[in-house]
């Protein structure tokens, strides 16, 4: 399953009003007519424990040129040593933190949790999107980053 390309995405969520987040490259979008995504998280992870307090959370999806700031909130948690608050916005109109800089953003409220072994599905009602720059998403790959190529239509 590695080498299936995925889009990258920096989900963030509010746990006793600290900013909880983590980079994941498992956001999916379901169902056209009630706009749905999904996410896969650690079970253990305090952003999953934010997510099932806050009933909400943000997916930011990255740009070709943030893999360092894709890297940086894949780091474990515990080993985690940054300025949150230097990379978020607060609040959006939602009430839910968001990546300062990114290719686009998506608002959802929690919908349903399906845990699994280690890892649980998360899907989220979409109650918001915001596209913000125009630069290529970044791709992940056989571990590896990518930008999009060419179009071919």
Known sequence: ?????????????????????????????????????LIVLKNNSRTMQSIKQSKNFSASILSDNQVALANQF???EKDLDVDRGQYFENLSQFSIPYLKSCKGIVFCELA???ELK?????????????????????IYSNRKF???GQSLT
Not at 3 to 26: E, G, H, R, W, Y
Request: one cysteine or more; hydrophobic letters at 50%.
């Open 118 to 138: 280690h890892a649980s599905i998360v899907f989220g009602r979409v109650i918001g999107i915001l596209n913000l720059e125009t630069d290529s998403p970044l």
């Open 146 to 148: 990518f930008t999009l």
């Open 74 to 76: 894949a780091a474990k």
């Open 112 to 114: 349903k949790i399906e």
């Open 1 to 37: 399953m590695a080498k299936v390309p995925t889009c990258v995405a920096v989900v963030a969520s509010l746990l006793d009003d600290d900013i909880q987040a983590c980079t994941v490259s498992s956001l999916t979008s379901f169902d056209i007519e009630d706009p749905g995504v």
